[in-house]
């Protein structure tokens, strides 16, 4: 097996004038290439903090992140926009849709910073909004769509830089039972094809279909345990 990701004594700070506070207390942590975690914790208890290091979104304060082999801990805003856009695809609750644009439009921007050519991003998102099941609502705005469909939309522009890893903070937060199930269909199916999932969730439901969960209180890791379905998974 081979790491993807390694923490090590990663801390957070915030600062707002004079107050501080940490976020995050000493992470320390290792997910294999390909395994599936569940982030779990109470409000507050940092989990998207965690999520904006792992996913090169925001530096740590102090420790070292080293991702596929590479340390992104100090790396500029620059050079992390880069690291992002080559190995990672995000999934967020509010969707991040941009609403004057058509649903292949959206799936194609990641394309578009990673240099590739007009003809090949049309072709490569109306193939991963197929994967999502979307093939005929390519045309459509988010605004013409349901929540659950334009979370579907967020995972095909997740999936169409075929990153290695995808990041799913609270996919399912926003969506009714039948819209969770397909889109925890969709992460399940990437799984299986080879990528590393990190999903945060507070619903246990959501986690318990994970391999690992990790439990965060107050900035720290409080468990770190292999969920029943692991072996199934695995
Ligand atoms: N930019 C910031 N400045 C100051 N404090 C912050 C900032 N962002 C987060 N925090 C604080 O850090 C702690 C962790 O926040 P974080 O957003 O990581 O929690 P979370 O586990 O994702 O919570 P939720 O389940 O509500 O999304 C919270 O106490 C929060 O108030
Ligand atoms: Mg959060």
Not at 2 to 18: F, H, M, N, V, W
Not at 161 to 188: C, F, H, Q, R, Y
Request: proline content about 3%.
């Amino acid at each position: 097996m081979t790491a993807i990701i390694e923490l090590e004594q990663i801390r957070k700070t915030y600062r707002s004038g004079s107050i501080e506070f940490e976020a995050l207390c000493g992470i320390d942590t290792t997910i294999q290439s390909g395994e599936y975690v569940a982030v779990v914790g109470p409000s507050g208890s940092g989990k998207s903090t965690l999520m904006n290091i792992v996913g090169c979104l925001d530096n740590p304060t102090e420790g070292h992140y080293r991702l596929a082999g590479e340390d992104v801990s100090m790396m500029t805003e620059v050079e992390l926009a880069e690291v992002r856009n080559r190995r990672i695809g995000f999934v967020f609750q509010q969707f991040n849709l941009l609403a004057s644009h058509s649903a292949w439009r959206n799936v194609e921007l990641p394309l578009i910073y990673a240099g590739v050519h007009r003809t090949e991003r049309r072709e490569r998102a109306v193939a991963a909004l197929e994967r999502v099941g979307l093939g005929d609502r390519v045309d459509n705005r988010p605004g013409e769509l349901s929540g659950g469909q334009q979370q579907r939309v967020a995972v095909a522009r997740a999936l169409v830089t075929e990153p290695a890893m995808i990041l799913a903070d609270e996919p399912t937060g926003n969506l009714d039972s039948k819209s969770t199930a397909d889109v925890l269909g969709l992460l399940d199916e990437l799984h299986g094809a080879g990528r590393t999932i990190v999903l945060i969730t507070h619903e246990l439901e959501v986690a318990a279909r994970a391999g690992r969960n990790l439990v965060i209180h107050d900035g720290q890791i409080v468990s770190d345990q292999p969920t029943a379905r692991a072996g199934a998974i695995a």
